[in-house]
């Protein structure tokens, strides 16, 4: 008797394999135990199916790819046969082929999914010629670099940009032999839209998309004598940085971290959960004023630089809703490049403040021009967790067997609650520990609140604190920060505090973590963190007393002027993209006027094409041709006031087509007449008269 | 031969067509690919500014609209010459030996594969015209010419050549 197939089962290298939801057989045959390599498969990500490495043969259809295929009651799946073997093999030479294999200086090297095929494939030989078209590297964005000499195609970024991120700041472009991921028209990543998120370095299976490395420069200050180097550590970097000496994910190693950093020279090593603790008294606070005025709701957090220039390029109505808090790596640099020059008696020019962030954004955020003054960053250099475990190899420093050691004083002292800041949710659990006590008066039972926590990348909760009712949304992800945002846009969103963190999972899930294989990584690194909070003394950042301790000495007031001067910030819309504009009018005739109109999403959305359009056929029709250029530009920064037309030296704001006509007309006289009219036309404020 | 169709509108019209052509489409991105070729029947080519403006009125990145742009050799990101001459070398013509006739072209024009930019005539490769039994194949603007040689090909660049030095 033929035994007959078991129902809602597969047979995989003639073992029966049961369906239990499976989307795919790539899931079902993972599941079994057997690891069939992929480049271009993401199970957060849609399929895309090019990469052919995925193949498995079933009985009766052929060899067909497994991670497009949905598993059928019945199927016969062979995994590995001759054939299979064979085009994979293929497939990975012809990527070798064109791809530079400069394998020991990649950055990749280690964690390369091509590298690891090619071995575990034995490809031994590359049967074909090389062809590789050597192109430029872009370096130009301060948080990840781009080798298109190593990019294998898979589309795995560009899927990430446009579905986790809703940024789409990179495409495929071009085709055949020239095909290539590129920003938009070919530019450089840095000038384009990109957030720095880093997301795509992490899918990336090759060296193609890295984080750009800053170990040179902190070498460079370690190694000069008349430095005083100071590092400080975020909290999501003790529970990541295990990874890359074997430890499982999630393993809270502060201890050897601690003890590390001082082994590789750093003159005071301090935590920056002690600036998040901060942090926490001042966003507390500026919410707490909020709601009672019941004004800028929903308080957006501010600390991810990822999310924050989301914001300035796509919402910048939304940009008063966000916290003006700085992040606490902005703070903590501000504060310490205030405070240590007379605390350790050395000059500040003479002080080097390093963070290790588990975050690309955070190397852009430290060079935005807000935080440097008169040449000195308040932040000198960000390296990333990953880079962190190199300098302690590159060291020679055997990392598991360190006898742990603890932060510097008073800098190194932090509560849970600055620790919690690793996790998506953490800051609005920070935020509730602080404003529950300060609104009762009364101690809290307990400090923990788990409603708040979870994995969705889109979580709501209510709370009640002494009758009052706050709806919190806990967000992570750009595409979810979208969703939420969008309701802000329509007036449907009820929120009173929504917290965004860019990457998904928030920032234990930072594109500067090791790069992990393990599919449960950022649930364990989560579990860390929150272990981590319970292991610590203190709970609430208000019983920071070394915070508590800052304002008595020198901050002054929470909220008051000099902790607004130091901690918080300003933003300002953002254009997307380098301006090159639509010239309509330019040529000849000697003194023409300049007229830009701005044709930005923002100034679109409000008309401007109308005020455009009125302005070109008022400038034809009286043959304003040879005295005017009138261009298109996308985006002047000024969005909130859009539509926004620039006519010589004049900015009007909320332009219609009758008030741009006027100003035309207005600013062509005085040209004639030799004078611009500038000054007594503007009028969007009253500063200067 | 006829010179290639680009309209004389004034940039303000052309804008304006612009316009019109995203809103006869319903500004839905969907509608990327003819809305691209219409501005490039507008322009003769696809400037990158009005790429740019498409990308922000349809809500499409920037990097996508440049994305299917570029895939296309259809399209062209630079501005064309008066003539393009366009040589097939789909698997028909590139049996029938199109790729001498594609140096012959650079010869006659003094330019090379290198730098093939020339005012006048631009060359455009394109896969398959689907006129394969004519192969090899060149077209151009719109008039098509079978079975070419390098010799024919030279003669027709010089005809061209001679043509417009006439009209200067
Ligand atoms: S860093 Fe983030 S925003 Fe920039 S290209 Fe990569 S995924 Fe997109
Ligand atoms: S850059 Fe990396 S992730 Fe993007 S297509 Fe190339 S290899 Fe794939
Ligand atoms: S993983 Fe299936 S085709 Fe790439
Ligand atoms: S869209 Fe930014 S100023 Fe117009």
Redesign the pocket.
Known sequence: MTKKPVENTVSINGRPVAIEGERNL?EIIRKAGIDLP????HSDLS????????LVEIEGRGIV????TPPEPGMKIKTHTEEIREIRKISVELLLANHDNNCPTCYKSNNCQLQRIARQLGVESIRFGQVLDRKPVDTSSPSVTRDPNKCVL?GDCVRVCSEIQEVGAIDFAHRGHQASVLPAFGKDLGEVECVNCGQCTVVCPTGALTPRSEMEEVWKDLMNPDLCVVVCVAPAVRVGLGESFEMDPGTITTGQMAASLKMLGFDQVYDTSFAADLTIFEEGSEFLQRKAKGEKLPQFTSCCPGWVKFTEQYYPELLEKLSTCKSPQQMFGALLKDRLPEMLGIAKEKIRIVSVMPCTAKKYEAKRPEFIHDGIADVDHVITTQELARMIKAAGILFSDLTPESFDMPFGFATGAGVLFGNSGGVTEAVLRFAAEKVTGKQLQSFEFKQVRGESGLREAAITIDGVQLKLAVVSGLKNAKTVAEQVRKGTCEYDIVEVMACPQGCIGGAGQPVSRNPHAKKMRTKGIYDADKMMPLHKSQENIFVADCYAKFLGDVGGDKAHHLLHTHYQSRRRLPDEGIAFFSGNGGQRLKVDVCLGTNCFIKGAQDVLNGLLGHAEEHKYENMVDIRASFCFEQCEEGPTVKIGAVTLNHATVDTAVQALSRELEHQLSGESAAKDECTSCSGCK | MQAATETHATPAEKFANVCSILEKHGRHPARLIPILQAVQEEYGYLPEEVLAYVGVALDVPAARVYGVATFYAHFALEPRGKYIVRLCNGTACHVKKSIPILDALYRALGVTEKKPKHELITIEIVACLGACGLAPVLVINEDVYGQMTPARAAKLIDEILEKEAALV
């Open positions: 790539l992929t480049f271009c498969y399929v895309y199916g090019a990469c052919r490495l995925c790819g497994s991670c497009s898979c």
